[in-house]
């Protein structure tokens, strides 16, 4: 992709859009591992969530969400602030993708791999507990699920410990903004003169964050204010400008195009 400054943002924009039906034309379509593969080994270490499928449910969700992200500017109509919502999760979803594959150390890949499948299970066993809860569970099927989830985690951890040199303090150990920066510092490491790109993520991820949580204080940063003519006070308009959307789009859509690049090199032999 052209280096942003190349080019408008409306045309970075219309780059990216048609990078995006492209790649949800591949997410569409089954993208398997195959045997002699580096993925393959990769996917030896934990078979109840191996890499492979912690990095293309990465890849998937940064499609699907830059997708949906630029559904919204093909309606026409400026959205101040669910953009970038939408922009946090795809990065996200490319992040973790990026974190398992963008690293030559096998046994880190699967220790990589093996925290996120442990935070997987977990945050479904939190949801699930809260249902039981809340709702009961005159079946036991809630209480079932909780403890296959369990066991999974317990799995992971026994993996960690005995095959990969980890701590269980390790496996179970997961921060997404401490995920963020450290694949950015990856990628100003493997791309030379992205250093600006890795501040930019650094920054975008945390006003983002804002946005996603509907705080008071990222919308702000986009909002022109008007005084009131005739009193104390005013108002504040949200805006949003094709440069701030362009940089949420490119945001999401380096880091997946690098992860579809390393997943398909690496799933195949």
């Given at each position: 992709?052209?280096?942003p400054?190349?080019?408008?943002?409306?045309?970075?924009?219309?780059?990216?859009?048609?990078?995006?039906?492209?790649?949800?034309?591949?997410?569409?379509?089954?993208q398997?591992?195959?045997?002699?593969?580096?993925?393959?080994?990769?996917?030896?270490?934990?078979?109840?969530?191996?890499?492979?499928?912690?990095?293309?449910?990465?890849?998937?969700?940064?499609?699907?969400?830059?997708?949906?992200?630029?559904?919204?500017?093909?309606?026409?109509?400026?959205?101040?602030?669910?953009?970038?919502?939408?922009?946090?999760?795809?990065?996200?979803?490319?992040?973790?993708?990026?974190?398992?594959?963008?690293?030559?150390?096998?046994?880190?890949?699967?220790?990589?791999?093996l925290?996120?499948?442990?935070?997987?299970f977990?945050?479904?066993?939190?949801l699930?507990?809260?249902?039981?809860?809340?709702?009961?569970?005159?079946?036991?099927?809630?209480?079932?699920?909780?403890?296959?989830?369990?066991?999974?985690?317990?799995?992971?951890?026994?993996?960690?410990?005995?095959?990969?040199?980890?701590?269980?303090a390790?496996?179970?150990?997961?921060?997404?903004?401490?995920?963020?920066?450290?694949v950015?510092?990856?990628?100003?490491?493997?791309?030379?003169?992205?250093?600006?790109?890795?501040v930019?993520?650094?920054?975008?991820?945390?006003?983002?964050?804002?946005?996603?949580?509907?705080?008071?204080?990222?919308?702000?940063?986009?909002?022109?204010?008007?005084?009131?003519?005739?009193?104390?006070?005013?108002?504040?308009?949200?805006?949003?400008?094709?440069?701030?959307?362009?940089?949420?789009?490119?945001?999401?859509?380096?880091?997946?195009?690098?992860?579809?690049?390393?997943?398909?090199?690496?799933?195949?032999?």
């Amino acid at each position: 992709m052209p280096a942003p400054s190349d080019i408008t943002p409306g045309e970075r924009l219309g780059t990216i859009r048609a990078a995006v039906d492209r790649w949800s034309a591949y997410a569409q379509q089954p993208q398997p591992v195959r045997p002699g593969s580096s993925l393959a080994a990769d996917d030896a270490a934990f078979e109840v969530l191996p890499v492979s499928q912690v990095a293309w449910q990465g890849i998937s969700s940064a499609i699907d969400h830059l997708d949906s992200f630029m559904d919204l500017l093909d309606g026409g109509k400026a959205h101040p602030l669910s953009p970038g919502t939408l922009a946090r999760s795809g990065i996200l979803g490319a992040a973790h993708a990026l974190w398992v594959l963008d690293v030559p150390d096998r046994e880190e890949r699967q220790r990589r791999g093996l925290r996120l499948a442990h935070e997987d299970f977990k945050r479904e066993q939190q949801l699930v507990t809260d249902m039981r809860d809340l709702m009961g569970d005159p079946t036991g099927t809630g209480q079932e699920r909780i403890d296959i989830l369990t066991e999974w985690m317990g799995r992971a951890v026994t993996v960690g410990t005995t095959t990969l040199n980890m701590t269980p303090a390790a496996v179970r150990r997961f921060t997404d903004t401490a995920l963020i920066d450290e694949v950015a510092a990856r990628y100003a490491e493997a791309v030379p003169d992205s250093g600006d790109i890795a501040v930019s993520y650094r920054m975008v991820w945390r006003i983002y964050s804002g946005s996603a949580h509907g705080l008071r204080w990222s919308a702000m940063l986009n909002a022109a204010i008007e005084r009131n003519a005739d009193g104390p006070g005013g108002n504040a308009y949200v805006t949003k400008d094709l440069s701030d959307l362009a940089m949420a789009a490119s945001a999401v859509a380096i880091f997946a195009h690098r992860a579809i690049e390393l997943y398909d090199e690496q799933r195949t032999p």
